[in-house]
């Protein structure tokens, strides 16, 4: 028998109208939908019209479900998988999937969408042809090494923040001797109230104590490569 298929789709992070045609129609024409939350991807769902199943896969289910996942892909399913904003296996689940299917020789075909950190970076005007993905910094323990990590890299560096963390991370980068360092922080993409605000990382600490920190938070840090500044890659 020969094996199915899994679409990994990438959603919307914010503004529905950044779904693509070939996502709805593929959402449309797999057998089932995994989503990180199905009352989320509901919205997205009935927005578009789209009837196919949505079950729950997330962090806390994803590992108990693999092996049944597996099976339906070897039966001949054709599956996808979703989060619940942006792109499946970029600080959301998807790559345990991803990396069984491809272990057992199964399909797997991006469907390829919005990603958060995408218009934070090009919003930042720091220099592109390098940059360094970060994802969510650890809760606590290795924090500080990550941040320390995350100063010296010569290349520019982008990660996500929660609201509760984002002034706490802005002065450990400060007390580390990076007060003057350049940074970039967006918030609420694509959406009707979408902010990015620029500025030293001492003006940042100025603004986010006035403005108290809501959503979640695209943070890019200027690298130590000055050459960052013009923007040439030299």
Request: with cysteine.
């Amino acid at each position: 028998m020969s094996s199915g298929k899994l679409y990994l789709v990438a959603t919307p992070v914010g503004n529905l109208s950044d779904m693509t045609f070939r996502a709805v129609e593929t959402l449309k024409a797999v057998d089932a939908v995994f989503a990180e939350d199905t009352r989320n991807s509901k919205v997205l769902f009935n927005h578009y019209g789209i009837q196919t199943p949505l079950e729950s896969l997330h962090q806390h289910n994803e590992h108990q479900r693999l092996a049944g996942i597996l099976d339906r892909l070897k039966k001949g399913a054709v599956l996808a998988q979703i989060s619940d904003a942006g792109t499946p296996g970029i600080s959301d689940p998807g790559f345990l999937l991803a990396r069984a299917c491809v272990e057992n020789d199964i399909p797997v075909e991006v469907i390829p969408g919005a990603t958060a950190f995408i218009p934070a970076l090009l919003k930042s005007g720091f220099a592109l042809h390098r940059f360094v993905f970060e994802g969510f910094l650890p809760q606590k323990k290795g924090r500080q090494t990550k941040l320390m990590q995350m100063l010296q890299q010569p290349c520019t560096v982008v990660f996500y923040e929660s609201p509760h963390k984002l002034l706490k991370t802005l002065q450990a980068l400060k007390e580390l001797g990076a007060g003057d360092r350049k940074i970039s922080i967006s918030r609420e993409l694509t959406k009707k109230f979408e902010e990015t605000v620029n500025g030293s990382v001492e003006m940042m600490i100025s603004h986010f104590t006035q403005h108290a920190p809501k959503g979640e938070f695209v943070v890019v840090l200027q690298g130590t490569d000055y050459a960052n500044d013009n923007g040439h890659d030299d």
